[in-house]
Structure formats: C-alpha cells, structure tokens
C-alpha cells in the first residue's frame, strides 16, 4: 500500500485529534490544525520540507497564540469560593449564637453544619452570607445591611 504524504498527513492530524480525546490537553488539537496545514501543503503541490515548514509555522503559531491567550485570561476563584462550582457561595443562613472560638453550628438545607466565622470585628449573631465551603464547615460574613 502507498500512501501520498497528504494521506500521512491527516492520518498524523487524526491520530492528534484522537490522543486529544485521551488526554484533553486543547494544544493537542493546535498540533492536528498543523498537520492539517501540512496536507494541505501536500494536496497544493509542495515538496516536503515545505510541508514540514508550513505545518511546524501553523502547529507552532497556533499553540503559541493559544498559550498567550490563557496566560492573559483571568483566573477563576478557588473551588471553595467559586459560585460556579458551589451552589451554595452566596447563600444567606441564620447563626443563632457564636462560640467563642469564631464557630458556630447551624441547620441549613436539611443539615447541621459547622460555621466559621470570616470578616471583620466579632461575631454577631444574625443574618449571615456564605463566602467558602470548606468540606463540611461553612465559612461565612456578615450580611450587608
């Protein structure tokens, strides 16, 4: 069997895209736009080192740019405080009484939880909102009046 080197090249473009799938890194599927590039260079007539040229440059450029745009894109907050990822950040719950340590214990969604006071000053019992959950201890500020 012989295969022409566009036909190799979307076998190598393939073979990235299906790795991709395994791995889940997103500059695999830069590296497969390169190869792609590649036959195309092949199906225009070029001669192999410019197909090697063409795909590195697109492989490259692309996972470089890639690269640049996720460095400058804002990071999201820690699972613990991230509403994204925790329904419950934001949540407004009632603590009764404080304990001197800062803690608390309080019923909120059909559970006892422990609470963990965050903010400034003292503990004041009253409405308070929930800003991380830390296994199973809620931590909690005052709620703005």
Do not use: K
């Not at 599927?29 to 192999?48: D, E, I, K, N, R």
């Not at 890639?66 to 804002?74: K, Q, S």
């Not at 509403?83 to 719950?93: H, K, Q």
């Amino acid at each position: 069997m012989d295969w022409s080197a566009a036909t190799l090249w979307w076998v190598a473009a393939g073979l990235l895209v299906a790795a991709e799938l395994f791995v889940g890194s997103f500059y695999m599927l830069m590296l497969a736009l390169g190869c792609a590039a590649g036959a195309v260079a092949a199906h225009a007539g070029l001669g192999a080192s410019a197909q090697l040229v063409v795909a590195a440059l697109i492989g490259a450029g692309t996972t470089a740019v890639w690269h640049y745009r996720r460095a400058r894109a804002p990071r999201s907050a820690p699972v613990e405080s991230n509403r994204d990822a925790n329904l419950d950040i934001g949540a407004s719950i009632q603590v009764p009484q404080w304990q001197t340590d800062g803690s608390a214990r309080v019923s909120y969604r059909g559970s006892d939880w422990n609470v963990e006071f965050r903010g400034d000053g003292r503990p004041a019992p009253g409405e308070h909102v929930v800003v991380a959950v830390q296994g199973n201890r809620l931590v909690v500020s005052p709620a703005a009046r």
